[in-house]
């Protein structure tokens, strides 16, 4: 009998929750059919053009061909032993070293692995990482091997340039040699189109949408004092727009009016005008102790930075 009424009791209970479930269902239905839209699940929304800054989610990233010219290489002090290319991409500039110096040994540094492995064919090895990534004890290169570094349109791309120079600063040979090129951001054409309210990014470019850095020449002194480096030689690009400029300008006398399309720029000085005019700074860098510097040079690291008149609290 207690056997009968147990089987009763859970047969009323399953009843109750099988009727109470089928309840919940249907209020769920029936609240779906008055707002349908609630059930939907939103479209994935794509750009409806092909726009630069997506670029930036390409897993490989970028790679770029061409770059510097090999007349570059006159600006080293010494005829290089080991080179290594950092950001070589498809290794156009560091095959044209290679050329240029056939007995030393060349060596890439590009985390795109497609332009990695095109460069990997083109000289001696190419390392596809970052160069933070990279064990050189683990690679067999000991501290001071390393005795030239090219450094071509790479700081403005890293998120700590500093550490990036003081990390080759203390890789390289005591006598090391290094090649580095920075847009410039001061750049007249640059100011002309942020006078008329735009800053826009591109694929290339001084604006290169993967750019997260940006330097004018007096800071990029300051960072190579500071790092441990002297400026042993100098030189610059230009665009052709800015160098048509700098060559109408520079034989008139100063102070002179530069007239733009949303501004007029008083310039004061031949060197002013070439350096509204340059694209690309490029320097030669030599490792360098405090202690032999010449005092004007301290000044980079010693003097303090002109006050700012941008807002900083």
């Known amino acids: 009998m207690i056997g009968s009424l147990l089987k009763q009791l859970v047969g009323g209970v399953m009843a109750y929750f099988a009727s109470h479930a089928k309840r919940l269902i249907a209020r769920g239905t029936m609240r779906r059919d008055l707002n349908p839209a609630a059930a939907a699940v939103p479209a994935i929304y794509r750009p409806v053009a092909a726009f630069d800054w997506l670029a930036l989610s390409e897993p490989d990233g970028m790679a770029y061909g061409g770059g510097q010219s090999p007349g570059l290489l006159d600006l080293l002090p010494a005829e290089p032993r080991f080179i290594l290319d950092i950001g070589c991409s498809i290794g156009d500039f560091a095959a044209k070293a290679?050329?240029?110096?056939?007995r030393s040994r060349v060596w890439g540094v590009e985390p795109n692995a497609a332009a990695a492995r095109i460069a990997a064919g083109r000289i001696d090895r190419v390392l596809?990482?970052?160069?933070?990534?990279?064990?050189?004890?683990?690679?067999?290169?000991?501290?001071?091997?390393?005795?030239?570094?090219?450094?071509?349109?790479?700081?403005?791309?890293?998120?700590?340039?500093?550490?990036?120079?003081?990390?080759?600063?203390?890789?390289?040979?005591?006598?090391?040699?290094?090649?580095?090129?920075?847009p410039n951001v001061r750049n007249i054409m640059l100011l002309q189109d942020l006078v008329s309210g735009h800053w826009r990014y591109r694929q290339a470019g001084l604006l290169d949408i993967t750019h997260i850095r940006f330097f004018t020449e007096k800071d990029m002194l300051r960072m190579f004092y500071q790092t441990g480096f002297r400026v042993v030689s100098s030189g610059a690009t230009f665009c052709e727009p800015a160098?048509?400029?700098l060559e109408k300008h520079r034989y008139c006398c100063f102070p002179q009016i530069i007239e733009l399309d949303s501004a007029s720029i008083t310039v004061h000085s031949e060197a002013d005008l070439k350096s509204l005019c340059t694209l690309q700074h490029v320097f030669a860098l030599q490792p360098v102790?405090?202690?032999?510097?010449?005092?004007?040079?301290?000044?980079?690291?010693?003097?303090?930075?002109?006050?700012t008149r941008a807002y900083a609290p």
């Open 98 to 102: 290679k050329e240029r110096f056939p």
């Open 128 to 182: 596809p990482r970052q160069l933070q990534e990279v064990d050189w004890g683990r690679e067999g290169v000991r501290r001071g091997e390393i005795d030239t570094v090219l450094l071509f349109d790479v700081l403005e791309h890293i998120y700590d340039p500093w550490k990036a120079l003081l990390d080759i600063r203390n890789l390289i040979a005591a006598q090391g040699q290094l090649l580095v090129s920075i």
């Open 243 to 245: 160098a048509a400029l």
């Open 289 to 307: 102790e405090y202690a032999a510097l010449s005092p004007d040079e301290r000044q980079w690291i010693d003097a303090p930075h002109p006050p």
